[in-house]
């Protein structure tokens, strides 16, 4: 067999072995779809709620892992929850012209600026003074102060991380990321944070970007606007500045680990972030573009949201499925007093500062 033949046969492997799995998170997104209005329904309080059908997926899926479980067969085919929610936001551009991602985007841009790399430092700090390794340190300064799980698996190789730092640092971040997706939308109800507020509270504050986007859709304000396409815009700031708090970190540890400093003597500083540089971003400002230039009609804009809610809908069910709560247990004491300080102080400073300047 020639080589091209080989590949398309390795790829047909690939896609059958992924069916299952696409055919379960499938499953669990259309009943979440599908049951979310009946939960509501059955009471008042509930109804006050305002639960959206991305939280019930990312619940759901949860629950059949940890209980059930999910079979080995079922597993190929969710690894596809960051293609998903990725081509959610590219398809996001729909939503915003280029005068107002401008406008939204240079005031995410400047509150994302100070609190992510003010909390990746202080994260280190902190780190040492605890004596943790310094590879585990940066997994978790990058984890919980960027965008949660991918901003710990870009660090991983720059800092010589090892597999049980990055599950230590994936634990943590996912303990806090669900507790965030839960409480956050209630804190926005209470002090009556409109769409615009909220957006930004929950991108600086929520660590992991999957939760930012599913709690910002989770949010209404009081006139009746969602809050996901601003949490959004927050979201692409904080993975646009992920290259950038990849090399300070590394040569942050590089300061403490002759291993990391012999490595990082040898790398190209500005081809690392280019490397680590979210392609994805590319295409969520050309869509901005082709609407800004009116390329898209009005029903166009409007099956491409649905296009859009399902992406974000199936891409949480798939992240549902594959979070154990015995991972999140694995964190352990220092992991958990430093994630709970650092993040609660991040939300905290986050919730006065959309208070203060933002309306």
Known sequence: MNQQGSSNTTAIDGIMKAIPGVLLFVSVAVFAWYITPKITALHPAIKALSISNFIVAILLGMLILNTVGVPEIFKAGLKFSTILTKTGIVVMGVKYSFESLI??????????????????????????????????????????????VSAAIAIAPAVRAKNEDMAYTIAVVLMFGLLALIVFPYIGTYFGLSANQFGAFAGVGIINSAQVLAAGAAFTDATGVNAAHIAGVYNIGRVMFLPIVVLMLAMMVATQDEEVKDHMAGVNKMQMIIDKFPVFVFGFIAVVLLNTFEFFTKPEVKQATVFMDW?????????????????IKAAGLSGLVLGFVVATIKAALALFVVLTFLN
Do not use: H, Q, W, Y
């Not at 406008?103 to 004596?131: D, Q, V």
């Not at 809908?313 to 709560?325: E, P, Y």
């Open 103 to 148: 406008k939204t985007g240079s005031e995410a841009l400047i509150i994302i600026a100070i609190f992510l790399f003010s909390s990746a430092i202080i994260l280190m700090l902190l780190s040492r003074k605890l004596n943790m390794p310094p590879a585990l340190g940066a997994c978790l300064a990058a984890g919980l102060s960027v965008c949660g």
């Open 311 to 327: 992406c974000f809908l199936l891409g949480f069910a798939s992240i549902g499925l594959t979070t154990r709560l015995a991972d």
